[in-house]
């Protein structure tokens, strides 16, 4: 019988994911610090294998962020709520961290505000 992977498993994953790489910390960094190994790490993130209760507190801890955060699927914020995909969807493309660090180390919202532009722009010309 296959194992069928649950969409919270997916979900929690995801989210490891995009903490992590906020955090700038490898795979294998956080499977040390959580001891397991950086393959065990990636069966997290794809939600391959499930994270148990105790490992999830170490992964909070290690990430710096509230275990509930791990089962977040969405917010809203100044354009409203997010529709179409969800925002972990959205955070685990590559580079898409990168590019919202970036953004938001911008101070000036009207260059905030041109560089989405901008990137909607290569976007649509690109479909």
């Known amino acids: 019988m296959a194992k069928r992977v649950e969409p ?7 989210n490891i994911r995009i903490f992590r790489l906020a955090k700038g910390i490898s795979q294998t960094e956080v499977g040390e610090a959580i001891g397991v190994t950086f393959q065990q ?26 275990i509930n955060r ?6 809203a914020g100044a354009d409203g709520p997010v529709s179409g995909e969800i925002v972990t969807d959205l955070l685990s ?11 938001a180390s911008i101070s000036d ?14 976007a649509e010309k690109r479909e």
């Open 41 to 66: 790490v990636q069966k997290y993130e794809n939600g391959t294998n499930r994270v148990g209760s105790s490992r999830l507190a170490k992964l909070s801890k290690v990430l710096g962020v509230p």
């Open 109 to 122: 919202n009207e260059t905030r505000r041109t560089l989405v532009v901008l990137t909607e722009s290569i």
């Open 70 to 75: 791990f089962f977040n699927t969405g917010t």
């Open 8 to 14: 919270v498993d997916k979900l929690v994953g995801k």
């Open 93 to 103: 493309v590559p580079y898409a961290v990168r590019m919202l660090k970036a953004l």
